[in-house]
T-cell receptor
Framework: QKEVEQDPGPLSVPEGAIVSLNCTYS??????FMWYRQYSRKGPELLMY????GNKEDGRFTAQVDKSSKYISLFIRDSQPSDSATYLC???????????????FGSGTRLSIRP | DTGVSQNPRHKITKRGQNVTFRCDPI?????LYWYRQTLGQGPEFLTY????????KSRLLSDRFSAERPKGSFSTLEIQRTEQGDSAMYLC??????????????FGPGTRLTVL
């Protein structure tokens, strides 16, 4: 079993819809949670990060972490065709202050926003 | 451009040849990471440097792989005697702990390797 599980999709929604992307994980030591966006043949681009359970909002994006359920989500409001990409959840056991922050990635969910 | 840069962007080689990739991190970032990403998968950690010291290597990094960061700035990843299974995107990321930052990793565009 992988440490981080993510539905690969593809997920196709109409423009303007709310998108929900999710990951589950098995390692309770994970404490730093991230979402990256990756366009085709490009490197991953950091969207959001958070340490704690709860919600964090940034514009149209909201990241949610539930450590008790080992479940994280990314919500995209008012989705746009430019949001079409692969979304990777990612997490690590350290915040980085004392040791390396090796990131464990999900396999990515391919998202398509239809105009 | 002040982001992470990687060269070459694409490399096609024949099985058995050696290849070398270069990564230039964000200026003054003291940590540098290498990841490998295959089609339909997320990136997988290969190795990590803090300044010029290589502090961790994944079991994915076989003896044919070697990485260096000689002056604590740019890094190279060399693959000797390439195999078709080495075909992947090789990603570099950098981060910094300066100023109480969170070691957030910023990725380069990657080098796509195709072994024929």
């Amino acid at each position: 079993q992988k440490e981080v599980e993510q539905d690969p999709g593809p997920l196709s929604v109409p423009e303007g819809a709310i998108v929900s992307l999710n990951c589950t994980y098995s390692n309770s030591a994970f404490q730093y949670f991230m979402w990256y966006r990756q366009y085709s043949r490009k490197g991953p681009e950091l969207l959001m990060y958070t340490y704690s359970s709860g919600n964090k909002e940034d514009g149209r994006f909201t990241a949610q972490v539930d450590k008790s359920s080992k479940y994280i989500s990314l919500f995209i409001r008012d989705s746009q065709p430019s949001d079409s990409a692969t979304y990777l959840c990612a997490m690590s056991t350290h915040t980085g202050y004392s040791s390396a922050s090796k990131i464990i990635f999900g396999s990515g969910t391919r998202l398509s926003i239809r105009p | 451009d002040t982001g992470v840069s990687q060269n070459p962007r694409h490399k096609i080689t024949k099985r058995g040849q050696n290849v070398t990739f270069r990564c230039d991190p964000i200026s003054e970032h003291n940590r540098l990471y290498w990841y490998r990403q295959t089609l339909g998968q997320g990136p997988e950690f290969l190795t990590y440097f803090q300044n010029e010291a290589q502090l961790e290597k994944s079991r994915l990094l076989s003896d044919r792989f070697s990485a260096e960061r000689p002056k604590g700035s740019f890094s190279t990843l060399e693959i000797q005697r390439t195999e078709q299974g080495d075909s992947a995107m090789y990603l570099c990321a950098s981060s910094s702990l300066a100023g109480g930052s969170t070691d957030t990793q910023y990725f380069g565009p990657g080098t796509r390797l195709t072994v024929l």
